[in-house]
């Protein structure tokens, strides 16, 4: 077979950087043919010892017109794909399926004013392709990420999101970005305490952006731990709003990690 018959494509990691023992965030270089839309999702492989392929989905964090691809990852101790991606270095081989997936795009909502991103973890990597792409800020008056981890240092991205409003291309488009770091384990100043879960049936969340959930105007995105998804599922049909289908279009779309 081929090179370019093979269903992947060998990149390179450009980058490595650990941000604490069990997260890191990876550049790699890009087949210029790989298109995908923000929000999506490639298959990554890396080769174990043994020579087998060993692959698993990860969300682009980087944005669809960036040269370069953008993941973040955990490492699972003892998992099988993340020993071996959390060894690798710049200059290594990584594999990506030639072809993007996934459901987590714009698209699932044709209309829509107030865009609220919910993530627990890396779960903020879809959110973050989002937030550097055009659309939802042409789309959108409001956008609201919401990200949440244990800790104020595995809160990934920092840099990046709070200077995104600052970038030249954003900058005359209609949205407005608030930005909600959640905290589970500790108590940060400017960051909220608790879980989304707890913070949404609250009222919390709204207070904190100014801004009310409601069916008609807002559209909803929920990324990471299915345990947070299906609950926060709930929590909004109790609200009237409900998973966006093709047949049927709604407020709410997902993605769980595991
Ligand atoms: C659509 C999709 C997109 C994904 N995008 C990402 C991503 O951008 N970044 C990323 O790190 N992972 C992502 N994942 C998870 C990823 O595919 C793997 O599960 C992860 O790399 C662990 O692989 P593993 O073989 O080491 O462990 P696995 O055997 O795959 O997982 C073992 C266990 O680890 C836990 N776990 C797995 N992934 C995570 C996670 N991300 N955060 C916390 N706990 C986890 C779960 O309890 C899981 O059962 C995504 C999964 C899906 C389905």
């Not at 930005?179 to 009222?203: A, C, D, K």
């Not at 299915?226 to 047949?247: F, G, V, Y």
């Amino acid at each position: 077979m081929t090179a370019s018959e093979e269903k992947f494509t060998r990149q390179h990691l450009l980058e490595v950087e650990t941000l604490t023992p069990s997260l890191f965030t990876l550049r790699t270089t890009r087949d210029p043919g790989f298109r995908f839309r923000a929000g999506q999702f490639a298959r990554l492989g890396v080769r174990k010892a043994s020579g087998s392929i060993v692959w698993r989905a990860y969300s682009m964090v980087s944005a669809p017109h960036d040269e370069f691809l953008d993941f973040f990852s955990i490492v699972v101790p003892g998992g099988e794909f993340t020993s071996e991606l959390s060894r690798l270095r710049p200059g290594d081989e990584l594999l990506v399926d030639r072809q993007a997936f996934g459901y987590l795009t714009l698209d699932r909502f044709p209309d829509g004013r107030d865009l609220w991103l919910l993530a627990t973890g890396t779960g903020v990597a879809p959110f973050v392709s989002i937030l550097q792409d055009f659309e939802a800020w042409e789309r959108f008056e409001r956008i609201v990420l919401v990200y949440s981890a244990r800790e104020a240092r595995e809160l990934a991205y920092q840099t990046l999101i709070g200077t995104l409003p600052e970038r030249d291309y954003l900058q005359d488009l209609r949205a407005r970005l608030t930005y909600l770091p959640v905290v589970t384990r500790e108590q940060v100043p400017g960051m909220l305490y608790g879980r989304i879960t707890t913070l949404l049936p609250s009222g919390e969340l709204e207070r904190a952006a100014d801004l009310k959930l409601t069916p008609e105007h807002s559209r909803v995105m929920l990324c990471g731990n299915p345990a947070m998804i299906e609950e926060t599922r709930h929590l909004l049909k109790a609200m009237d709003m409900n998973l966006s289908l093709t047949r049927r279009p709604g407020q709410v779309a997902v993605e769980n990690y595991w």
